[in-house]
């Protein structure tokens, strides 16, 4: 079972507008969130991430907020920007494991920002 | 320019030869871990290494094997492929105890007929 859900497999939206993806998971032992972009043919490249401890992070354009009494978090992207069209990957790291990071990630959304 | 080599960057491999995935990193990171990307499933951890001389099994770690002779080499062997392990394999690297996220190699595209 899918400890990191991404349900929507995809997002269209305007250049300018706001892009807002999604992710839930089930592990409450998660405590530490990214998101990854990924284009074709590329490796995915971190983008952005929030502690257990925050409710939110800010960097630029991207802002991802954390629920954890609804375990749920989203990534909000403004403006969006052609260049953002890609698939984004929720990923979720437990506690402590000895020095390893053995992120879980979800399914990824395709996003589409249309000019 | 620092960061992950895998190399070959695509491959198509008969059903029961054996063929070892190379990724090779430059930024000194203790932890390195191997993914395989599925449509519809995401990245999914294969297995991964703490520091050199150590090795673990990830989610889906079955038929395949790994190594970390060195810091910097980190090569997945399938033993025996067969066309399941039909994949995107993606190496990656990190500092390790959670001091930064990880760092993707342009990954490995595999073929099994």
């Known amino acids: 079972d899918q400890q990191v859900k991404q349900n929507s497999p995809s997002l269209s939206v305007q250049e300018g507008r706001i892009s807002i993806l999604n992710c839930d998971y089930t592990?409450?032992?998660?405590?530490?969130f990214l998101w990854y972009k990924k284009y074709p043919a590329e490796g995915p490249t971190f983008l952005i991430s929030i502690s257990s401890i925050k409710d939110k992070n800010e960097d630029g354009r991207f802002t991802v907020f954390l629920n954890k009494s609804a375990k749920h978090l989203s990534l909000h992207i403004v403006p969006s920007q052609p260049g953002d069209s890609a698939v984004y990957f929720c990923?979720?790291?437990?506690?402590?494991?000895?020095?390893?990071?053995?992120?879980?990630f979800g399914k990824g959304m395709k996003l589409t920002v249309n000019p | 320019i620092a960061g992950i080599t895998q190399a070959p960057t695509s491959q198509i491999l008969a059903a029961g030869r054996r063929m070892t995935l190379r990724c090779t990193q430059d930024?000194?990171?203790?932890?390195m871990y191997w993914y395989r990307q599925d449509l519809g499933l995401g990245l999914r951890l294969i297995h991964y290494s703490n520091t050199a001389g150590t090795t673990g099994k990830g989610e889906v770690p079955d038929g395949y094997s790994v190594s970390r002779a060195n810091t910097d080499d980190f090569p997945l062997t399938l033993a025996s492929a067969v066309p399941s392990q039909t994949s995107v394999y993606f190496c990656?690297?990190?500092?390790?105890?959670?001091?930064?996220?990880?760092?993707f190699g342009d990954g490995t595209r595999l073929s099994i007929l």
């Open positions: 592990n409450s032992m998660f405590d530490y």
């Open positions: 930024m000194r990171h203790n932890a």
């Open positions: 990923a979720a790291l437990p506690g402590d494991q000895g020095g390893s990071e053995k992120l879980v």
């Open positions: 990656a690297s990190s500092p390790g105890t959670s001091s930064g996220p990880q760092h």
